[in-house]
């Protein structure tokens, strides 16, 4: 059981990874300035709301859906929505300074497909309360450190000598590529002989 | 072009009318989707059976007809023992192939394991009498094209399970015998990926050994 | 004048506007989806489809809807046009809708299309709104199959399955596969913001009093 849920962690994390192998979360990530901190602080809002989301997905999958499956993408949405809504204002009470600080992160993080997509994936793979639980941190925390290390790059090539015509976004996506490329070095990392 | 219109002053709407509104949304957006889910559910439902039919049949040396069994608890059941959901992790579906005049082929397995990147899917046949594997298909897996993906698509490869002695051994290629009929001859260049499948298979194998020992000494008179 | 502004509403997000290569909207699926020209189509098709829907009922009831609860209705109406497309893909070309996976539920939170809503539908009439949802949904179409193409042919030595460069062909694998997504949109508005920057150039240069334009272009 806990080689199963290691497996599920590991591979969210980093063999398929949400950003740099499943293509989720590509706003923030392309937004994400040159400042490290900010990515961490990103990467951690993220880890929160997944690990809730996950929760109330398995919640809805196990004791609502069964007699509406085709409500199942309206319900998800409509959760979301209202949990980001819920963990503003809980944070705005219990710390200003964080509210501040993470600012217009939080809003975002709803139309962020990170989220949605990792409902729907648990959905699709039957995962239990526990399965769901170690994706979702897998997922934030592969989250993160794409994060980071797109931070850091971005970071070092404000200081490098880049044609201005690559750029923008046109750099940040071949930066990911060269991070996707070698994110790929994961692949059958936890494979057993 | 007209010129941009000056924000103009809201009047402070009451909550009924939002609420009302959200409701009434809410209530035609479930009309519209119960009406094209009974639409569509019947053509949907119709392919995956077919689909399923295909994937028994082509692991099954064309069998004439299948039954549905449940194993669970070291015994096969022709449903769901009372109390055990779909979701229960000790509930395992295999398909039961047999011809028209009631001789057993044999047992269409589906079972999935990690791979190389991600979940291998794949169904294998199975006669308990004999102990061979009958076939193999696989079906999903998202193992890198040109490498990983032989597994789906190298007939030498796939073939090789036709009358495989259970349990399987995965050998590199240039180690077969030939003479073994449990030997199974990996991809070169896609071994996670091919050990995966043998490991899937065996595992399976093993997992439902005492439900086809008990159903095969029900038959035998 | 009529006319021209109907054209342009139009035509505004075909190219100039268009939602993926100039607004960079919309990316997640443009990455994910775009390893084979089939699969391009499809998800253009399936975004088309929940655009022109959503701006049709937002731009018809825009006047019912109170101002505080329109993300929610958006977003309500967007869900329910992708529920329908989910189940419209799954019965008409299964293949394809396996191929898509869990991309087509996505569609709900692609920017792209809360954004034409917000900005457009909820304050023009229907008539417009439909121009500019055709307009923005097949400039989508358009940057998804650019995308496709690229990374088939490359990726696979096909295009729609069939071979184009012939049995020889040693595909470059790596654009089938997640880097090459990144790779192929970021050489792809590479190449587009050089174009521009060419054309400007060139408009600027048309501009200036003969002399200069000879000295700056030496």
């Given at each position: 059981?806990?080689?199963?849920?290691?497996?599920?962690?590991?591979?969210?994390?980093?063999?398929?990874?949400?950003?740099?192998?499943?293509?989720?979360?590509?706003?923030?990530?392309?937004?994400?300035?040159?400042?490290?901190?900010?990515?961490?602080?990103?990467?951690?809002?993220?880890?929160?709301?997944?690990?809730?989301?996950?929760?109330?997905?398995?919640?809805?999958?196990?004791?609502?859906?069964?007699?509406?499956?085709?409500?199942?993408?309206?319900?998800?949405?409509?959760?979301?929505?209202?949990?980001?809504?819920?963990?503003?204002?809980?944070?705005?009470?219990?710390?200003?300074?964080?509210?501040?600080?993470?600012?217009?992160?939080?809003?975002?993080?709803?139309?962020?497909?990170?989220?949605?997509?990792?409902?729907?994936?648990?959905?699709?793979?039957?995962?239990?309360?526990?399965?769901?639980?170690?994706?979702?941190?897998?997922?934030?925390?592969?989250?993160?450190?794409?994060?980071?290390?797109?931070?850091?790059?971005?970071?070092?090539?404000?200081?490098?000598?880049?044609?201005?015509?690559?750029?923008?976004?046109?750099?940040?996506?071949?930066?990911?590529?060269?991070?996707?490329?070698?994110?790929?070095?994961?692949?059958?990392?936890?494979?057993?002989? | 072009?007209?010129?941009?219109?000056?924000?103009?002053?809201?009047?402070?709407?009451?909550?009924?009318?939002?609420?009302?509104?959200?409701?009434?949304?809410?209530?035609?957006?479930?009309?519209?989707?119960?009406?094209?889910?009974?639409?569509?559910?019947?053509?949907?439902?119709?392919?995956?059976?077919?689909?399923?039919?295909?994937?028994?049949?082509?692991?099954?040396?064309?069998?004439?007809?299948?039954?549905?069994?449940?194993?669970?608890?070291?015994?096969?059941?022709?449903?769901?023992?009372?109390?055990?959901?779909?979701?229960?992790?000790?509930?395992?579906?295999?398909?039961?192939?047999?011809?028209?005049?009631?001789?057993?082929?044999?047992?269409?397995?589906?079972?999935?394991?990690?791979?190389?990147?991600?979940?291998?899917?794949?169904?294998?046949?199975?006669?308990?009498?004999?102990?061979?594997?009958?076939?193999?298909?696989?079906?999903?897996?998202?193992?890198?094209?040109?490498?990983?993906?032989?597994?789906e698509k190298d007939q030498d490869f796939v073939s090789q399970f036709q009358g495989a002695g259970s349990p399987l051994k995965g050998m590199k290629a240039r180690d077969v015998t030939g003479t073994d009929p449990h030997e199974v001859a990996m991809i070169t260049g896609a071994t996670i990926?091919?050990?995966?499948?043998?490991?899937?298979?065996?595992?399976?194998?093993?997992?439902?050994?005492?439900?086809?020992?008990?159903?095969?000494?029900?038959?035998?008179? | 004048?009529?006319?021209?502004?109907?054209?342009?509403?139009?035509?505004?997000?075909?190219?100039?506007?268009?939602?993926?290569?100039?607004?960079?909207?919309?990316?997640?699926?443009?990455?994910?989806?775009?390893?084979?020209?089939?699969?391009?189509?499809?998800?253009?098709?399936?975004?088309?489809?929940?655009?022109?829907?959503?701006?049709?009922?937002?731009?018809?009831?825009?006047?019912?809807?109170?101002?505080?609860?329109?993300?929610?209705?958006?977003?309500?109406?967007?869900?329910?046009?992708?529920?329908?497309?989910?189940?419209?893909?799954?019965?008409?070309?299964?293949?394809?809708?396996?191929?898509?996976?869990?991309?087509?539920?996505?569609?709900?939170?692609?920017?792209?299309?809360?954004?034409?809503?917000?900005?457009?539908?909820?304050?023009?009439?229907?008539?417009?709104?439909?121009?500019?949802?055709?307009?923005?949904?097949?400039?989508?179409?358009?940057?998804?199959?650019?995308?496709?193409?690229?990374?088939?042919?490359?990726?696979?030595?096909?295009?729609?399955?069939?071979?184009?460069?012939?049995?020889?062909?040693?595909?470059?694998?790596?654009?089938?596969?997640?880097?090459?997504?990144?790779?192929?949109?970021?050489?792809?508005?590479?190449?587009?913001?050089?174009?521009?920057?060419?054309?400007?150039?060139?408009?600027?240069?048309?501009?200036?009093?003969?002399?200069?334009?000879?000295?700056?272009?030496?």
């Amino acid at each position: 059981m806990m080689g199963d849920l290691m497996w599920i962690l590991v591979s969210a994390m980093v063999v398929n990874n949400f950003t740099l192998v499943l293509f989720l979360g590509l706003c923030p990530f392309m937004g994400v300035s040159g400042r490290i901190e900010t990515a961490l602080r990103m990467g951690a809002a993220n880890i929160f709301v997944l690990t809730i989301t996950s929760i109330c997905a398995w919640f809805l999958n196990t004791f609502i859906l069964p007699h509406a499956p085709y409500l199942r993408l309206i319900s998800f949405i409509v959760v979301i929505a209202s949990l980001v809504q819920i963990v503003e204002m809980v944070i705005k009470k219990v710390s200003p300074t964080l509210f501040r600080q993470l600012g217009i992160y939080l809003p975002l993080i709803t139309t962020n497909c990170a989220i949605l997509g990792l409902a729907i994936f648990q959905t699709n793979r039957g995962y239990g309360f526990w399965q769901g639980l170690f994706f979702a941190v897998g997922a934030g925390l592969g989250l993160t450190l794409a994060l980071v290390l797109m931070a850091s790059i971005r970071e070092n090539t404000e200081l490098a000598e880049i044609p201005d015509l690559a750029r923008g976004t046109a750099l940040v996506l071949i930066i990911a590529g060269s991070l996707s490329l070698a994110f790929m070095g994961f692949a059958g990392l936890l494979s057993s002989t | 072009m007209t010129p941009p219109t000056p924000p103009t002053e809201r009047p402070n709407v009451a909550a009924g009318r939002l609420l009302a509104t959200l409701a009434g949304a809410g209530a035609v957006a479930g009309l519209l989707i119960v009406f094209v889910f009974g639409w569509t559910q019947p053509t949907i439902q119709a392919y995956k059976a077919r689909m399923l039919q295909e994937a028994v049949y082509e692991v099954l040396e064309a069998p004439d007809h299948y039954d549905t069994l449940y194993a669970y608890a070291g015994v096969l059941h022709d449903s769901p023992p009372p109390g055990v959901g779909p979701r229960d992790k000790g509930l395992e579906i295999v398909y039961h192939g047999y011809r028209t005049d009631g001789t057993s082929i044999g047992y269409a397995i589906p079972a999935g394991e990690p791979g190389f990147q991600d979940v291998i899917r794949l169904i294998f046949g199975y006669d308990p009498e004999t102990g061979t594997i009958l076939g193999m298909k696989v079906l999903e897996s998202k193992e890198t094209p040109g490498l990983g993906d032989k597994i789906e698509k190298d007939q030498d490869f796939v073939s090789q399970f036709q009358g495989a002695g259970s349990p399987l051994k995965g050998m590199k290629a240039r180690d077969v015998t030939g003479t073994d009929p449990h030997e199974v001859a990996m991809i070169t260049g896609a071994t996670i990926s091919s050990r995966a499948v043998i490991r899937i298979i065996n595992n399976a194998l093993e997992r439902l050994q005492p439900a086809f020992q008990s159903s095969v000494a029900e038959r035998i008179p | 004048m009529k006319e021209t502004t109907r054209q342009a509403d139009f035509l505004r997000g075909v190219w100039r506007e268009n939602p993926v290569l100039v607004q960079m909207l919309g990316l997640c699926p443009a990455l994910a989806v775009t390893n084979t020209v089939a699969n391009s189509i499809a998800m253009g098709v399936a975004t088309f489809f929940v655009l022109t829907g959503s701006s049709l009922l937002v731009s018809t009831f825009k006047r019912f809807v109170p101002h505080e609860v329109r993300i929610s209705t958006y977003i309500l109406v967007i869900a329910t046009f992708v529920t329908i497309a989910d189940m419209g893909l799954e019965a008409i070309v299964p293949t394809v809708h396996k191929a898509l996976g869990a991309f087509v539920a996505l569609i709900v939170v692609n920017c792209m299309i809360l954004g034409r809503q917000e900005a457009f539908a909820s304050k023009n009439p229907v008539g417009r709104s439909l121009l500019d949802a055709f307009g923005s949904g097949i400039g989508f179409m358009i940057a998804m199959l650019m995308m496709g193409s690229v990374r088939e042919i490359l990726g696979n030595g096909t295009f729609l399955g069939m071979s184009v460069f012939g049995s020889s062909f040693e595909p470059w694998v790596i654009f089938a596969l997640p880097p090459g997504g990144f790779l192929t949109l970021g050489f792809l508005l590479l190449a587009l913001s050089w174009v521009q920057r060419k054309r400007a150039l060139n408009a600027a240069i048309r501009e200036w009093p003969e002399g200069v334009a000879q000295r700056r272009t030496a």
